[in-house]
């Protein structure tokens, strides 16, 4: 079993349509969406995570390509501007994944990528504004 995510754009006619449900029906995927900005009859975007095995998914993916949904491997993530930051740990302990951590004994802010969730909860808490997400 593998977990990948994925950055899927919609064309406006595909908006709505049900994808998680037919990647769990009819390709046994697991799917995790941790971004969505859809709208009804616009492009829209989807962070999605999806697990299972290689063979799911990559029939899971020609599915999605099939229906006129573009796929990438996602690259979103989250900014930090070491200027600002003043390294306070405030976001780390709304970080509730533990993606944000402080290195112990030393005053450095540690970000792992396959923990983070997107929620953005360490770029509201940030008192300076030093947390930024790229989606
Ligand atoms: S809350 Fe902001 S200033 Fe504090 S450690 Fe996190 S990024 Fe740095
Ligand atoms: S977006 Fe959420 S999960 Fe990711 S680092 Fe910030 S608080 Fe943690």
Redesign the pocket.
Known sequence: MARRRLDLTFPPRQATKAITYHLVKDFDLVPNILRAQIQPAQEGRMLLELTGSAEQFEAGVAFLRAEGIGVREAASDIC?DDE?????????AVCRPGALTLAEGTAE?VFDKDKCVYCEA?VV????R??TLRF
């Open positions: 930090l600002r930051c003043v390294v306070c740990g405030l976001c780390t802010l360490c808490a940030c008192p300076r030093a947390v």
